[in-house]
């Protein structure tokens, strides 16, 4: 069995271009904002220059403006894109844009996707993914979906309440998942939306102060009250939505572990770079054993990631839902990155927890993913029932 990981000469070639570009023109930017994007006309600006150097929207196809990049292929091209902070906007692949995007064209029918998809992919406009509910609705548990969309003449009527809606301030529209079956705890019986966010029904509340920042639009309060759409605003088919959602999430996931990485690598740079110039005791902080075991393991769980996120993109590249890799690639790589951001904090000693290097912003904007994309728990949860299941299923035979 032939195992070829480099990536094919044109998405070597746009890895190389993505990460001078990020060097070069996002992280002078990042650095002057204290990693968070200052403002819609910076978006805008950073959005610009990446459509100049031929960076932008590696994920979509090309016919909406982007590189069509296989999953394998993101991999590579979003690590890049995710050293800095300010990366992933600039290349018009953020959470939720990116993930909202991905199932768009998937799903989508035609009128769907020019009114919806066209904008977003060319960063004219931003979008959200409104899901989690406060308790005791959704979250990790699906199923507990309250939100409610029921028929009326010629659409439907959502009500619900939705909270840490990312980006929902300045959105164009919404992606509104609602109960159009069964009640909560039932499984299945969701149904996906297309909500503008000047529908009158559709309210943008409260932002969610939060531990990260870097998100572009915040986390937000979002409630659904009377909110009537049309029949052409379903994705897909009514009660089909949990089974669009594992379209979204999977890939969502590993673009999510992707982007992060580039900040672990970048952590793992910062400190580097600082222990092969500091002397204490005599040596080198870099010839210390205690600090060689961190630079070490950083190095480890870096790579290790890479290759679980490989082998996840993979199995999604085949076609294949990759439910079991992809739960254990989220959990690990959440992990991972956060050990190897405080590591590198550490490495630095006073310095890194200043505001004189990210990276105790780096670490404030990792914390979360261990939550949010399913909590490690729910994965690991998930990961043992696949293969208990698998022994049960196997002792049965
Ligand atoms: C920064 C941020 C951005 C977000 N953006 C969005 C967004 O754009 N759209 C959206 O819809 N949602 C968003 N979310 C919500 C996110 O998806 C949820 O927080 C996540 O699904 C967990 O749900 P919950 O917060 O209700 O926690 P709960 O479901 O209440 O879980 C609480 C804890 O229970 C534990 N747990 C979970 N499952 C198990 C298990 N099987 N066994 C044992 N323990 C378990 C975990 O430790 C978990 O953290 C965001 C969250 C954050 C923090």
Not at 369 to 391: L, M
Request: hydrophobic fraction near 45%; include cysteine.
């Amino acid at each position: 069995m032939a195992v070829d990981l480099a990536p094919e000469p044109a998405v070597a070639e746009l890895v190389t271009r993505t990460a001078q570009f990020v060097r070069d023109v996002v992280v002078p930017v990042e650095v002057a904002n204290d990693g968070v994007v200052p403002s819609e006309s910076v978006r805008r600006e950073l959005q610009a220059a990446a459509k100049e150097a031929g960076v932008f929207a590696p994920h979509v196809s090309p016919e909406y403006g982007g590189h069509g990049l296989d999953m394998c292929a993101r991999a590579a091209v979003f690590e890049e894109a995710g050293y800095s902070l300010l990366g992933p906007v600039a290349l018009n692949i953020a959470a939720p844009d990116e993930g909202n995007m991905h199932m768009l064209e998937a799903i989508a029918t035609e009128d769907q996707k020019a009114r919806y998809l066209a904008p977003l992919a060319a960063g004219d406009v931003r979008s959200c993914f409104a899901m989690t509910e406060p308790a005791p609705g959704a979250g990790s548990d699906p199923d507990a979906l309250t939100t409610r969309a029921e028929r009326v003449p010629g659409g439907w009527r959502i009500d619900g309440r939705k909270w840490f809606i990312t980006g929902a301030d300045g959105a164009a529209f919404a992606i509104c998942m609602a109960r159009t079956a069964g009640e909560p705890g039932d499984r299945g019986g969701a149904t996906m939306f297309l909500v503008d966010a000047d529908n009158p029904g559709m309210k943008v509340g409260r932002h969610v102060p939060t531990l990260d920042e870097s998100l572009f639009g915040g986390h937000l309060e979002v409630d659904f009250d009377g909110c009537v759409v049309p029949d052409e605003a379903v994705i897909g088919e009514v009660d089909q939505g949990y089974r669009y959602a594992q379209v979204r999430l999977g890939p969502a996931r590993m673009t999510h572990c992707m982007r992060w990485l580039g900040i672990a690598r970048r952590a793992q740079d910062i400190a580097v770079a600082h222990a092969a110039q500091r002397e204490l005791f005599g040596a080198r902080l870099a010839d210390l054993g205690m600090a060689q075991q961190m630079i070490a393991d950083n190095e480890i769980d870096v790579a290790a990631s890479r290759g679980l996120i490989l082998r996840a993109c993979w199995e999604l590249d085949q076609g294949r839902s990759a439910g079991l890799e992809v739960s254990m690639a989220k959990t690990f790589t959440a992990e991972a990155v956060w050990r190897v951001v405080d590591r590198s904090l550490q490495l630095c000693g006073s310095v890194g927890v200043s505001g004189d290097l990210l990276l105790g912003r780096f670490l404030r904007e990792v914390r979360p993913f261990r939550i949010y994309d399913g909590p490690s728990e729910t994965h690991r949860w998930s990961i043992a029932r696949r293969v208990v299941g698998r022994h049960t299923a196997a002792a049965r035979a």
